[in-house]
């Protein structure tokens, strides 16, 4: 049981190129999130995507797209980096309403020149 | 949507002394209240969480205390240990969405 799984672990990018970070989780749950870790910043919220076919904004959606692809996979694209998205990121998916416990990926740690 | 302030950033503590870290929420309508820990380089991992139907929950070690009035809820850890040292993070979940908002992290190191 592989639980959420997220590639790549590490990219580095020049300024204007673009990428897609690919998540998928294997326990059927419904809800899935991109976060990225700053210092000092805690976790903060890009996306997600409460259920198959729906996503949202969250605090930071600023330069990300996302797409729910199916219930199993939720990938974030920066259609045109910045040094500002410098950052790791994080995938996260739980079963959804009154069982929220989010589970992580591993995260990807990403620097744009 | 949901703003949480979370205190003090850093912790330091004698093993076997007790820590605290507060969070605040702005969101009247957040109903769940987890924490999380990240130990270095690794990714978060839930610990401790409350619903806002509770006042107090307790897991060994850890508890988590909430008071909905005032909008604040608290980890304790009695008898820290080395282990123990890590980054906590606090989080709210409104029930009106589905979005989870954490606070900025504080980094708790126990000393041996």
């Known amino acids: 049981n592989a639980g959420v799984t997220q590639t790549p672990k590490f990219q580095v990018l020049k300024t204007g190129q673009s990428m897609t970070l690919q998540c998928a989780q294997d326990?059927?749950?419904?809800?899935m999130y991109w976060y990225r870790q700053d210092p000092g910043m805690g976790l903060r919220l890009i996306y997600y995507?409460?259920?198959?076919?729906?996503?949202d904004k969250g605090e930071v959606p600023n330069g990300y797209n996302v797409s729910r692809l199916n219930k199993r996979e939720f990938s974030l694209r920066l259609e045109s980096a910045a040094p500002s998205q410098t950052s790791v990121y994080f995938c996260?998916?739980?079963?959804?309403?009154?069982?929220?416990?989010?589970?992580f990926g591993s995260g990807t740690q990403l620097s744009v020149l | 949507g949901e703003n949480v302030e979370q205190h003090p950033s850093t912790l330091s503590v004698q093993e076997g002394d007790s820590a605290v870290i507060k969070c605040t929420y702005s969101d009247s309508a957040s109903n769940y209240f987890p924490w999380y820990k990240q130990e270095l380089g690794k990714r978060p991992q839930l610990i401790i969480d409350i619903r806002s139907n509770v006042g107090e929950k307790k897991d060994q070690r850890i508890a988590v205390t909430l008071n909905k009035t005032a909008k604040h809820f608290s980890l304790h850890i009695t008898e820290t240990q080395p282990e123990d040292s890590a980054v906590y993070f606090c989080a709210a979940r409104s029930y009106n969405n589905n979005d989870m908002r954490f606070g900025a992290g504080t980094r708790l190191t126990v000393k041996p």
């Open positions: 995507s409460a259920s198959e076919g729906t996503t």
């Open positions: 996260a998916s739980s079963a959804g309403p009154f069982n929220e416990k989010l589970f």
């Open positions: 326990m059927n749950h419904n809800s």
